[in-house]
């Protein structure tokens, strides 16, 4: 069964310093692997969508890299912002398309 | 609007009452997802579908129930709701390969 898990569960920064999630799963057979933001009573945004032959994504101030080997994904943002404080999701797709999801970093940039 | 919607966005109902959760998507995508979502638990899968007419138990299917006759539908029952059925609850729509693309929920409160 694949588990996926994300640390540290919650991360306070002041803004201007960059953001370094991780995300790390069991199962490296795996499709794709999925970035999303939540925001407080909200739903789910994507950000970024790596599919298991790419090594990164990158959209903005926001770099994901995989390394499907050692079953690990890192997400950084660089130059946080107060408006990127959410909860940050990490979710690796495998067989049948379903989505197993971490338990989420909630970040706090600091003005 | 192109996406995917969730109704009613907010829901209170009395144990033992019968409640559909309703899910539409404008994609056309094969595959849809119910998940839902819990302080401590995460976000966990309670049912999937590949395509109209074929559905699949997730890893919390008990008490829940739901159908597919077009694409773009997909409700979910809850046949007699309980109070640990309180929670939030999303659906999300994919195209194998392309990522998933989730609705904005719906909050679920049982008294």
């Known amino acids: 069964k694949q588990e996926v898990t994300q640390i540290p569960a919650a991360l306070s920064v002041p803004e201007g310093e960059n953001l370094v999630l991780n995300c790390s799963f069991t199962d490296s057979a795996i499709y794709n692997l999925q970035w999303f933001r939540q925001d407080p009573g909200k739903g789910l945004t994507s950000l970024l969508l790596i599919q298991s032959s790419q090594r990164e994504q990158t959209s903005g101030r926001l770099n994901a890299s995989l390394d499907k080997s050692s079953g690990r994904s890192t997400l950084y943002i660089a130059a946080s912002q107060p408006g990127d404080s959410a909860t940050y999701l990490c979710?690796?797709?495998?067989?049948?398309?379903?989505?197993?999801f971490g338990g989420g970093t909630r970040v706090l940039v600091k003005p | 609007d192109a996406g995917i919607t969730q109704s009613p966005r907010y829901k209170i109902t009395e144990t033992g009452r019968q409640v559909t959760l309703m899910c539409h998507q404008t994609w056309s995508h094969s595959y849809m997802f119910w998940y839902r979502q819990d302080l401590g638990h995460g976000l966990r899968l309670i049912y999937y579908s590949a395509a109209a007419d074929i559905t699949d138990k997730g890893e919390v299917p008990d008490g829940y129930v739901v159908s597919r006759s077009k694409t773009e539908n997909f409700p979910l029952t809850l046949e007699s709701a309980t109070r640990s059925q309180t929670s939030v609850y999303f659906c999300?729509?994919?195209?194998?390969?392309?990522?998933?693309?989730f609705g904005s929920g719906t909050r679920l409160t049982v008294v």
């Open positions: 999300a729509s994919s195209l194998q390969g392309y990522g998933y693309t």
């Open positions: 979710a690796v797709e495998a067989a049948g398309n379903k989505l197993t």
